[in-house]
C-alpha cells in the first residue's frame, strides 16, 4: 500500500483533517470549529486527536503514513514552521509559536507547515482546477484575501515565506477604505469579507436602494452569506456590493497577470459562492483591462476542491520535494 | 581561454553591444543611437556590425564566443525568441519579428533574446547589487517602468514570457492619468517618463510654483532629465513631481513585497538620477505602508551596473541553465 498522506488546515474558523493517497483521493476527514480563541497547546492538542482519529478509522498508525502536512491561516516562517501572526480573527491568535516542533512532538513522522493559501494553491494546481498548467495562481476571496503562488510546479514562498499576500496590494491609495493592516485602500479594504460593512456603509450613504432590514448593529457586522441572500433576492445594495468586490477582484487579477503571466488563476474561498454574476464580472473587468496585452489565453477557472483544497494542499505539501 | 559572451542591448534610444568574460568582466563594449525608426531588417544588420567590430577588436571569432544574448525593449515570446511588440518609442517599432532566427542567421552561434529587463536583472543578480541574495525583483524607473523578476537564483519568465510587466500594474482606478496602453491608474501613468507630462499639467493647474521658463509645445514633452535639473536648482515643481513619483514607486515596491516577499529590490533606470531624495522618499513610503509587516529586512538598492546592466545581463543569458 502506498503511503498515505496526513493534511491538517488550520483556520479561523475551521479546523480539519484528512488522510489521502498520494493520488490526491480523500480517504477520511474530520472537521471541527471549536478550537479558535483557544491557547496554542490546546489546539495542537485538538489537532493530535483529529489525527489519532483518522488513523484508527482507516486502521493505520502513524508509521503508516509519510507525515502530516499543516496549512495556517497566517504568517509563518517556512523553514522554521514557526508562526509569526495571524489576522486575530474570532480570536484565533497563534503568534511566535513553533507549530511545526510542537507537532512533531506529539508525532514521529515527518511535519511540513506552510501558509493556508499555499496549500490550497498547491491542491488546485496537483489535483483540481490548475491541474495541467504550467504556473498557477490561486486566490482566495473571502474574509481575507490571499494567494498561493504555484511557478512552474513548485509553491514561491519568498525570503521569510510570506510571499502571496496580494490582498494587502494597494490599489486605491486615496481611498476611505481602511484594511486591518492599517492601510487604506488594500485590496482587501475594498474586496474582501471585512472590508463589507465599510463598503456597505458607504452605499447606504449614497442612497443604494436596499430591501434588507437589518438594526444597525448586523448592518456593521454584515458578511458574504447575508450579501449573497440579499443578490439571490433581488436586492439592489446587493448586487451593487457583489459587482464592486468583483471590479476589484478583476483589477488584482489584472495586476497578478501583468506581474506573474500566469497559464491560469484559480479562484477559491467564500466570496466565490455568490456564484456566475460575480465570477464573471471578475472574468469582464480583467478582459476590459487587459485588451491587447494578453497574447496567449490565461484562464479564470473557479476552484474544484473548494472545502477541501486546505486539507489535500496540506497533505500535497508532502509531495514535494525536500 | 575561457569562452567569451556577446550582450546586446536592443533599446528604444539606445543600441549596445559587448564581450563579457563569463565572471561578469565586460572587456569592450559599442553603443550607437541611429537604429530608431529602422527597419527590422536594418536594426539586426546594424547588430551584426556591432558584433563583428567587437570581435575584430577582442581579435576573436564567432568560434570564441559562446553565444550571443540579446535584451529586447518590448515583449517577446522568450520560446520562440519572436517579438510581440514596443512601445513605439521614438519609433522603435519591432513587431512579430523572428528576431533570434534573424541573428542566427548571421552567426553561427547559440543566439538567446529576452526582455530587456529581465536581462537587466539577471546582471544585477549575478554581478551587481543584487548578488548574494536569494530573490531579487529589478525594478527601472524610467521613460516606461518594468521588472525583472530573478526567483531563488533564476530568471522568472511566465507562460509568453511577458512576466515583470509591473508598469501596468493599476494603483489608482479612479486616475486621470492615462498609460500608453489606454488604462487610467497604473504605475506607469503616475510614476514613468512617459507620464511626465500630465503630471507636470496637473500641478501647474493646481498652482504649484515653478520657476521653469518653457514653451507650451516644451511642457508637453518634458522628460525625467529637465525634472532633474529643476529639482537641482531647486525648483519647487521639480520637487514636488520627485517626491510623487517615489511615493507611487514606493507603492509599486510595497506591492511586489506582498506578492514576492524578496530578499531585494534593485532599482534601475533614468529616474535614477534624481538622486538621493527620490531614493529615500521611495524607502520611506515602503516603510510607512510596510511597517510591522515586515518580517525580514528587505533591501532597497540602486543599480550598481546602471548603464551596462543590459550589455551584461543579455551575456549573462548565456550563463542560465538550458
Avoid at 448593529?217 to 459587482?243: F, H, T, Y
Wanted: proline share 3%; net charge neutral; charged share 20%.
Amino acid at each position: 500500500m502506498a503511503r498515505l498522506l496526513c493534511g491538517i488546515d488550520l483556520g479561523g474558523t475551521k479546523l480539519a483533517g484528512g488522510l489521502m493517497r498520494p493520488d490526491g483521493t480523500l480517504l477520511d476527514k474530520e472537521v471541527v470549529f471549536d478550537h479558535a480563541g483557544k491557547d496554542e497547546q490546546v489546539v495542537v492538542h485538538r489537532m493530535h486527536d483529529i489525527v489519532n482519529a483518522l488513523l484508527a478509522r482507516q486502521h493505520v498508525t502513524v508509521e503508516d503514513i509519510r507525515g502530516i502536512g499543516v496549512g495556517f491561516a497566517g504568517h509563518l516562517r517556512f523553514r522554521d514552521g514557526v508562526t509569526i501572526t495571524t489576522s486575530n480573527f474570532k480570536g484565533f491568535k497563534i503568534k511566535n509559536f513553533p507549530l511545526r516542533r510542537a507537532i512533531e512532538e506529539y508525532f514521529p513522522t515527518r511535519v511540513i507547515v506552510d501558509n493556508d493559501a499555499n496549500a490550497q494553491g498547491l491542491a488546485e494546481y496537483r489535483f483540481g482546477a490548475g491541474a495541467g498548467y504550467g504556473s498557477v495562481i490561486f486566490v482566495t476571496l473571502s474574509t481575507g484575501i490571499g494567494a498561493g503562488i504555484i511557478l512552474e510546479g513548485k509553491v514561491y514562498r519568498g525570503m521569510t515565506g510570506t510571499a502571496g499576500e496580494v490582498g494587502h496590494m494597494i490599489v486605491n491609495p486615496g481611498s476611505p477604505f481602511v484594511c486591518g493592516c492599517g492601510n487604506h485602500g488594500c485590496l482587501m479594504a475594498h474586496a474582501s469579507g471585512l472590508a463589507l460593512p465599510q463598503v456597505v456603509a458607504a452605499k447606504r450613504k449614497l442612497g443604494v436602494p436596499t430591501r434588507l432590514r437589518l438594526a444597525e448593529a448586523e448592518w456593521d457586522r454584515i458578511d458574504g452569506k447575508a450579501i449573497g441572500d440579499g443578490l439571490a433576492a433581488g436586492d439592489e445594495l446587493c448586487r451593487s456590493v457583489v459587482l464592486e468586490f468583483a471590479d476589484y477582484a478583476g483589477i488584482g487579477l489584472y495586476n497578478l497577470f501583468q506581474i506573474f503571466n500566469p497559464d491560469a488563476f484559480v479562484l477559491g474561498g467564500g466570496l466565490m459562492s455568490w456564484g456566475g454574476l460575480y465570477l464573471e464580472r471578475i472574468r469582464q473587468k480583467f478582459q476590459e483591462l487587459v485588451r491587447e496585452m494578453l497574447f496567449d489565453p490565461v484562464r479564470i477557472l473557479p476552484s474544484k476542491l473548494e472545502q477541501d483544497a486546505g486539507i489535500i494542499g496540506a497533505a500535497a505539501l508532502l509531495l514535494e520535494e525536500g
